[in-house]
């Protein structure tokens, strides 16, 4: 056959071009023009062909969601411990699975904790396998959390105003069940220990708690709680509980050399104000993180879709290359099958 002529055992097909190389043969990097050579790498794929890997770019997204995502399970998973640990030491868990459970802040922790790392985990897995559907799952729940963070930023800002009013009324709340949660116990000892301030409206307000109350028959009638005093270690190592023994029962002159006279609701309400400022801060910072996270794992799908249609054209033997997302594929040269 003289060079230049076709095999007449050749059919053209309508444009005039041969027809693409059969199904036994194998899509190589050699098919590819050498622009196409230059922006994929090639790798071992299924069936002993070779599979485009993902481009440098690409494989940067992995690594930045694999790396954020698994710095967010391990603070999901630390809040799961720490729940789990608070719940257990007050004995919230129980033996028996009958009764409901407890309404215990711990219990928030616990099931924050566990759907941060659940999500998280799913990402993480997603990036480090490849896998586009633990991805789609990972940035379903993350969709999910902004827009209950969204939900939740609304109705702060919308009740605000009503929250700083019922302030007083939640502190006497927490002053008449003091003895009876101990987280709650300890919040109140922490607002009144860091605002240096006593009750709600003023120390009096200790007079509710059944236990202060001057009629009560125990040993803390008239007292007040060690976070009242205005020296509740008293130069020592050790809070000492006895600091507000009878200060109930003293006039104004004497309890104010003893503990703090002036209520929590005004400190609180001013603190509040000072620092929702960082608090907003704070929010649209997690708001940001949760939504460059949604970028990233959006991209790595879409990265991760055009590799697998890459190798499945390699797979399948036809002549098309694997298309590079800023190529389409009317833009690569069709391979041929060299004469005899």
């Not at 076709?6 to 098919?31: A, I, M, Y």
């Not at 709340?173 to 605002?195: C, E, K, S, W």
């Amino acid at each position: 056959m003289k060079e230049g002529e076709r095999s007449p055992l050749l059919s053209q097909d309508p444009v005039g071009q041969e027809p693409p190389l059969s199904k036994s043969s194998q899509l190589t990097p050699c098919h590819l023009d050498p622009a196409l050579q230059a922006r994929w790498a090639w790798r071992p794929g299924l069936g002993g062909g070779q599979a485009p890997s993902l481009p440098w770019g690409r494989s940067c997204l992995k690594c930045l969601t694999f790396l954020s995502n698994f710095l967010f399970s391990l603070l999901g998973l630390l809040a799961l411990a720490v729940g789990l640990w608070g719940l257990a030491v007050k004995g919230s868990l129980g033996g028996s699975w009958g009764p409901p459970l407890p309404a215990d802040p711990m219990l928030g922790l616990v099931l924050g904790g566990l759907a941060v790392s659940a999500v998280s985990l799913a990402g993480c897995l997603g990036a480090l396998c490849e896998n586009a559907c633990l991805l789609r799952c990972f940035s379903g729940g993350l969709l999910a959390f902004l827009v209950l963070e969204a939900l939740a930023g609304a109705l702060v800002v919308a009740f605000w105003g009503p929250l700083q009013d019922g302030l007083e009324h939640t502190l006497r709340v927490a002053i008449t069940h003091y003895q009876d949660d101990p987280d709650l116990r300890f919040l109140m000892d922490q607002v009144q220990l860091g605002l240096q301030c006593c009750g709600a409206a003023s120390y009096q307000d200790w007079q509710q708690n059944l236990y202060f109350n001057c009629s009560s028959p125990g040993i803390q009638a008239c007292s007040l709680p060690a976070s009242c005093c205005i020296d509740p270690r008293e130069d020592g190592a050790s809070i000492n509980d006895q600091c507000g023994s009878g200060a109930l029962g003293l006039d104004e002159d004497a309890a104010q050399r003893v503990v703090h006279l002036e209520g929590c609701g005004t400190p609180l309400r001013g603190w509040l104000r000072r620092n929702m400022r960082v608090v907003g801060g704070l929010a649209i910072a997690v708001v940001v993180v949760q939504g460059a996270e949604l970028l990233l794992a959006t991209r790595l799908v879409r990265a991760l879709t055009v590799r697998k249609g890459a190798a499945e054209s390699s797979g399948a033997g036809g002549a098309a290359a694997p298309v590079h997302p800023s190529r389409g594929p009317r833009d690569l040269p069709a391979s041929k099958v060299a004469p005899e």
